[in-house]
Nanobody
Framework: QVQLVESGGGLVQAGASLRLSCAAS????????MGWFRQAPGKEREFVAV????????TYADSVKGRFTISRDNFKNTVSLQMNSLKPEDTAVYYC????????????????WGRGTQVTVSS
């Protein structure tokens, strides 16, 4: 069983930065691929970024590539999402997710989900 708790969301102006964190419970954190998804009002949840269990491989959605960076600390059981140059269209609830495999996580079929943290970017 893995529990995920997100933090770090908030209200910022366009162009600002935010850093989201996800704290995971469980002794096997280092064996899980971790990722971030987001869901804007009236839209479906979409993939944002994924990082492999060892942190050596990352993949990003085209909409955030070059602005967002995903990282993990397997000693602290945390995964982070550094978000720079935020845009109003980044406004959404951001969810942390965990799965054994990167491909399934990227497709949105995840074993575990956090409850989400709200990010609002004003213009």
């Amino acid at each position: 069983q893995v529990q995920l708790v997100e933090s770090g969301g908030g209200l910022v102006q366009a162009g600002a930065s935010l850093r989201l964190s996800c704290a995971a419970s469980g002794r096997t954190f280092s064996t899980w691929a971790m990722g971030w998804f987001r869901q804007a009002p009236g839209k479906e949840r979409e993939f944002v970024a994924v990082i492999s269990w060892g942190g050596g491989s990352t993949t990003y959605a085209d909409s955030v590539k070059g602005r967002f960076t995903i990282s993990r600390d397997n000693f602290k059981n945390t995964v982070s999402l550094q978000m720079n140059s935020l845009k109003p269209e980044d406004t959404a609830v951001y969810y942390c997710a965990a799965d054994r495999q990167v491909p399934t996580l990227t497709s949105g079929i995840c074993d575990y989900w956090g409850r989400g943290t709200q990010v609002t970017v004003s213009s």
